[in-house]
């Protein structure tokens, strides 16, 4: 399994976490605003963060696209 793979599921769990979400919604959510394409594309400077900082990261991520 790839690096990026692995960060991929570490950001899910994590916004799952911090959110109080459900597996299912969370990858749903991921989905539906193309977060696993953002965090593949940006996993060089991603990975180097901390999880609190990716969570605020993807939920501002996901609410630029809401207004779109």
């Given at each position: 399994?790839?690096?990026?793979?692995?960060?991929?599921?570490?950001?899910?769990?994590?916004?799952?976490y911090?959110?109080?979400?459900?597996?299912?919604e969370t990858?749903?959510?991921?989905?539906?605003?193309?977060v696993?394409?953002?965090?593949?594309?940006?996993?060089?400077?991603?990975?180097?963060?901390?999880?609190?900082?990716?969570?605020?990261d993807i939920?501002?991520?996901?609410?630029?696209?809401q207004?779109?």
């Amino acid at each position: 399994m790839s690096e990026i793979v692995k960060f991929k599921a570490f950001c899910l769990e994590r916004y799952k976490y911090a959110h109080n979400m459900k597996g299912r919604e969370t990858l749903r959510l991921f989905k539906q605003y193309g977060v696993m394409d953002y965090i593949g594309s940006f996993y060089d400077v991603l990975h180097t963060f901390g999880d609190r900082y990716i969570v605020a990261d993807i939920d501002e991520f996901i609410a630029a696209r809401q207004t779109v």
